[in-house]
């Protein structure tokens, strides 16, 4: 293998310069910056550290698949925030380096995913908050190259998911609403084209059913899990004829968006309708009455998340990625990890008069 005096000697520099140069140092003129590229490319001269990768055909390192983009979230949720560390913290437990990979990356091109993967030499891939059909996605999982979603429902041969159990999690919410006297519950949706959405919407269907109690067309409202999705939920839901006395949002930031919706309508929280929410992040011990919310674990789902894409990875290094390598299905089986119901302050007995005013 081509060692970095080589280099430097065939392009009449120091070794110390060739390392500046393909480092990007600013101490280098563009045109020695150029020669030495050239010179290390024609060579087939590698770092150290990419050469130790070749050479151990392992990097420790996975890639993470993250759209921040305001276009697709209209924001930042700290949620996800918070399960990236996780995926952070769990994956420097276990020894591997962490390397985020951008969508918008992949304009025109469906291999870009797969290109990057091994040109980095990637172990494998996590994957949030994602349209889990772009083509590059698709085209990854596809490649066998071991993949885990977060909270998002990706399967294949070396693919598979991790997320919260969000059915339990939403018996949860139902289950104190109804301890506390409340027949008229209304639910306040998230995305009903996500997992997180689809399965909340479900459990809360579900519980509310197994407590005998009627989900009224009318006290389903659809948001987006943001604030102003919750704002605009409440509002519909305060001008009904027999508005409900408890509401559950299926995201915390829709459930702050409520809260202030009832206040701006001259009511309170919990006195006239109570309030939960789903994920427990920052704010919802900050604002005022504190909210009752069903708290996610994101250390837990990044610990989950690794341990999965770990078994994923072996399995990988095991039988290869041949479309011939046996699956294991115990790696593929996806993990749900249970949250817990925190209560606070939005949350109290219905009210005595079963009902509050509806407004104009």
């Known amino acids: ?16 310069t060739v390392s500046r140069a393909l480092n990007g140092r600013p101490d ?26 070749l050479v151990r055909r392992r990097s420790d390192t996975v890639g993470l698949i993250w759209d921040t983009s305001y276009v697709v979230t209209k924001g930042r949720h700290s949620f996800l925030q918070d399960l990236a560390v996780g995926l952070k913290i769990a994956l ?6 962490l390397m985020i990979l951008s969508p918008g990356s992949t304009t025109g091109s469906e291999d870009a995913f797969v290109r990057i993967a091994a040109q980095h030499s990637l172990e494998g891939v996590a994957l949030m908050a994602v349209e889990p059909h772009l083509p590059a996605v698709e085209a990854l999982i596809a490649s066998g190259r071991p993949c885990i979603g977060l909270d998002l429902p990706i399967r294949g041969r070396r693919a598979s998911y991790v997320g919260a159990d969000n059915h339990h ?11 506390l006297g409340h027949r008229r519950i209304a639910v306040i949706t998230g995305p009903l084209d996500i997992l997180p959405g689809v399965e909340r919407h479900e459990g809360f269907r579900t519980q509310m059913a197994a407590h005998g109690l009627e989900v009224l067309p009318e006290y389903v409202v659809s948001g987006d899990f943001f604030i102003e999705s919750g704002h605009a939920a409440m509002l519909t839901l305060l001008a009904l004829p027999n508005p409900p006395t408890a509401v559950f949002a299926c995201g915390d930031q829709m459930a702050v968006g409520a809260m202030h919706a009832i206040n701006e309508a001259g009511l309170d929280v919990p006195g006239d309708i109570s309030v939960v929410g789903f994920d427990d992040v920052e704010i919802a011990a900050l604002v005022r009455p504190s909210l009752t919310t069903v708290s996610q674990d994101y250390l837990g789902l990044g610990r989950a998340a690794v341990e999965l894409l770990s078994n994923l990875i072996a399995e990988d290094r095991e039988f290869g990625r041949g479309a011939d390598a046996p699956p294991s299905t115990a790696a593929r089986r996806p993990e749900l990890v249970p949250g817990a119901l925190i209560v606070r302050d939005s949350t109290g007995p219905v009210p005595l008069t079963q009902g509050v005013p509806a407004i104009a």
């Open 28 to 53: 280098v003129s563009e045109a020695t910056r150029e020669r030495v590229r050239k010179t290390a490319s024609d060579l087939g001269y590698l770092p150290n550290e990419q050469a130790r990768t």
């Open 169 to 179: 999690g939403a018996s949860l919410a139902v289950d104190h609403l109804v301890g």
């Open 1 to 16: 293998m081509v060692d970095i005096r080589e280099v430097a000697r065939r392009s009449g520099v120091s070794p110390a």
């Open 92 to 97: 420097a437990e276990t020894g591997y380096h």
